[in-house]
């Protein structure tokens, strides 16, 4: 019955826009993603035998690179937005004398700071905000609808048990939804095959495919709920109220008010902005990283509360464009900067003075660290994300659960 | 018979259960987004009081710093999140973007301001579309539409009537909302609030009140053309994709692949070849001094004055060499912000075309805020930095005996006796005590009532012609209407 809708014009209409805005989206992210990786290509050419040029200790100074991955044109996360290139100075500054620190991260990524508020969406987003509302939609007078148009009773006369009912509606609706998903994710292949085309590797189709995963994981969620409330109020506009309300508080109030409520959690005094005018010492350093450390981790358990913002969470970790990707290569340049500071240490006892006494002659480069960053593996990134995926199961469950309950005590009367 | 339908239709939409939805939603939210914006408006006070006062130590006669203060109404429109709130400037140089650096940046961010402007955007506008668009075609299909029109009821009087009390009803929880939000701020006493401001707080109600009869008068529309609410109710949700995410992020898509912004890179390179010329124009040569010192036929004292002239000179020559510099580096930041502005103002200008996206800007030019407010703060930090830089020079000639000169030199040998050229490579003014009192107060003035309405008025305009043109189509589509169908 549901899946009739699918050829309803009405359904194919609202299905054209989605997939529209998705194509869009999809072109201008590949776009962007070029355009970084265009630049990265370029900054680690320039970077290259940097270091070989070098004439003292003070010189030699690491860049370790991130590159982006293919299925950031998907998922977009935060990108490239907190950097994507690593400097590293080890003992001495990156960009001594005027800045005295020994370890930089910068972004390649332009954004126009006057663009703000132009909401641009990507795969999950949609997912979230259209697929929750469309699977709303289609549940929320499952039950209570067919009770008030006098169906339920005279299904219930026949000998359907009421379970299969439900299992029923919900394969149907879950049928109906995966379609057009299906839809936009060939579409999104097709458009990373136009010229210039963007090859996916055999690892990045595994990370597709648990992405497609958790997006089935939400939808179902969703249904679930819906057909939980439709069979637990007795009229369909009652119902339709109670989603909308569920639905803006998951999908818009709490993800927007994450950031505020992450930084309530800062201590009075403490500030989230850079200390411009503090003059840096390695321990204001440390504590600044410990801080973002703390605040990521707050947000990252804030996250796993609710499904939507879990779901978000789990697919840009497997696309490795959240905040978490960026967090390990962070972690992993500050390491390999403590790396060069002890070759640094070393090579000085072998050379004093070489730190800054200009000699014409190569210097020492033997067990120099080769800068390196290690991309995140498959079964890290799902790591990452396994309380966001139980989150999501257990949305699943209690809606499946509750819809069951329900409907097993619901009287199809008038 | 007006008053009497308009009566109707206010009270069949009271006791819709959506209304009381709308009705919860926009309290919720409007309320979250307040108590939210107020906590932000806090921290951002919070921030620029301690920068303006960490500026004002740092500032010397090589620089300075500007702090753009927060946006008092931010609660109604944001947007300004992604922009910078400190520049530093130089003599001659303004630093228009934030540097790449990322290294302290909080990874906590979020891209979208959580405001009113949101809200009535994205959310109250959504619901606006859900409430009206069976108001007509729900008639229709009970068949009380037939009834009312084979009385002496004229068709527009029913049409208008029915405008009208949608309107109503949509202003009711917008009105409420408001009206706690504020509430709310009045209490809380975290954000002063002025006549300037309660008259701008009032104009932000009215243009948001234009806009969700517009996306009502959507669901009217649809309501009006078609004969089963199903379709009506898929075309205006259409309607409402397209006004408010499909139209502005396919401008935004066309502009950025047609016009494109040199990268940060890019920037960077410009930047590196000025360095490049500074440094050449920097290096010293030893062929003057040589000359000097070998000139011919010249007494001892002669060729000393003939050796400070080169000297002078090579000075002179460094100074001039310093000061194209940072002209030129000024030159290319300049040129840089003007190419990224000119990108965000051809997307506005087409962004405008969707009555979601006029709204926002109408707003952003009346209180200011996002967009406008920044490129105001640009503005006044353009204007700083033209009197910073005269006070400074004028300032730096009388001081140049303290300046700390840092520079390379060459030497050479000749007849048992050192001769030495000296070069400039940086003058520094850091540590010389002034007379701050002589430097200008950066302000940022608050445009004034009339200066924001011209500059808002095409699209407050844009909002006025599509409310006529909303209404005008139901009222033909209405007329047309055949009962028998």
Known sequence: MHLALTLDFRFLGAVVVVLLLFGLSAINHKRAYHEERGALEQEREERQGEVYSARVYRQVILTVFRPLSPLT???TGVGGRYGTVARMGGLFGVDAPDDPRPFKTQTLVRVNPFLAGVLSLDFSHLVLLFFSLLAIFLTYDAVCGEREQGMLRL???HSVPRFRLLFGEYVGMLVTLLLPLAVMIFLWLIILRLPPSLPLEG????RLALIVGFTVLFVSGFIFLGLWVSASTRSSATSLALLLVI???LVVVYPLSLPVLVRASLADGATTSGGIFQPWTPERGDALWQQNLRLFHSMERLMWLVPTTSYVMSCEALAQSDAGAHIRFVSQARWQNGQLKGWQEEKLRLYP???????????DLSNLPTPHYEPESLGESLDRALPAVVTLLVFNLIGCVGGLRAIMTYSPTM | MLMLLVAKEIQKRFYDLRFFLLLAVSLVMGITATAISMREYRHRHGEYVRLRSQAEQQTTLDRTYVVKPPNPLLFIRDGEQDAPILLKMEPAILHYVESADTTERPPIETAIPFDWAFLIVYVYSFLAVLMT?????????SGTLPLVLAGSCRRWTVILACFIGNVVVLWVPLLLTVGLSLLMILLVGQIELGAREWLRIGIALMLSGLFITIMGAVGLFASTVF???STALVVSLILWIGMVIVFPNGVRLAVESWGRVPSLHELQENLEGARRVKWGGLSLSGELLWAAVT????????????IAAVQAKTYADHEQVLEKFAVTTGQILASYHREVSQQAERIRLFSRFSPAFSYQFALEGMIPAGYVRHAQFLAAAERYLDSYTTVARRLRQLLRPQARVEGGFTRFTYKGKVYQLNGIEKISYAHVPFDRSQLPRFQMPLPSLSEAAVGAAWDILALILWTGLLFVGTCVAFLRYDVRA
């Open chain 1, 247 to 249: 639905w803006v508080g």
């Open chain 1, 203 to 206: 690892a990045d189709y595994a």
């Open chain 2, 295 to 306: 000139y011919p036929g010249l007494t001892e004292s002669q060729r000393e004055k003939l």
């Open chain 1, 155 to 157: 299904c219930w006369s």
């Open chain 1, 73 to 75: 044109t998907l998922v």
């Open chain 1, 353 to 363: 003075g070489r730190d800054s006494f200009y000699e014409n002659t190569p210097l």
């Open chain 2, 227 to 229: 004969y089963r609410a």
């Open chain 2, 133 to 141: 668009y069976d108001s007509v075609v729900g008639e229709k299909q």
